[in-house]
Structures are given as C-alpha cells and as structure tokens.
C-alpha cells in the first residue's frame, strides 16, 4: 500500500491550505484514516483520524479549523486546513490502519510564517 502527499507549502498566518492523500488501494478497506504532524523536536501526534464508518477525532488544537474528508471513487482522504497558526507548521503524514497493520504516506511540509 502506498500514500502520495501533495497540497503542502509555505501559508501567511489565517490562510488556507488542502492536503491530499491518494492510496493505492480502496481507503473504505482501512479501519481508520488520518493525518498526523510532527514539528521539529517534537514527537509524532494525531492531527485526525476518520473511521471507516466515517466517526471523526480531530485534536483540540485543530477543531473548528481543520476537516477531514474523503472520495472513496478516487482513493483520496483530504485535510482542509483554515484559519492557519504559525504553530501548525509541521511535516503531515497520512496515516492509514488496516486492522494492526498501520501505513504512512512520505509526509508534506506545512509552513505557516509570515
């Protein structure tokens, strides 16, 4: 199983940017879907997950801000992120579990710097 990234980039402060997630196979397949961040010397840590029967966590840092969805006709999960924080800034990873075996796509850099 493979995750392309792509959407990443360098955003001012209050801005937008679309995260894309294309899997090489069905995502409706995986138990849960998301997006996980790690910013340098930081650990790992979820962004958002979406079960399979399409039930959302988002971290309390990113709710109200930050939507999961997904087009299972293109394999594709999405991460709108709006409203964006110098803090946000991060490496994303898409994350895909398939009961205990878990998948990570290559990570897309976010910067959110004026």
């Known amino acids: 199983v493979q995750f392309v990234e792509s959407g990443g980039g360098l955003v001012q402060p209050g801005g937008s940017l679309r995260l894309s997630c294309a899997a090489s196979?069905?995502?409706?397949?995986?138990?849960?879907m998301g997006w996980y961040r790690q910013a340098p010397g930081t650990q790992r840590e979820l962004v958002v997950r979406?079960?399979?029967?399409?039930?959302?966590n988002y971290a309390d840092s990113v709710k109200g801000r930050f939507t999961i969805s997904r087009d299972n006709a293109k394999n594709t999960v999405y991460l709108q992120m709006n409203s964006l924080k110098p803090e946000d800034t991060a490496v994303y990873y898409c994350?895909?579990?398939?009961?205990?075996?878990?998948?990570w796509g290559q990570g897309t850099q976010v910067t959110v710097s004026s």
């Open positions: 979406i079960i399979r029967g399409g039930s959302t």
């Open positions: 196979r069905s995502i409706f397949s995986f138990n849960a």
């Open positions: 994350h895909g579990r398939w009961y205990s075996e878990e998948y």
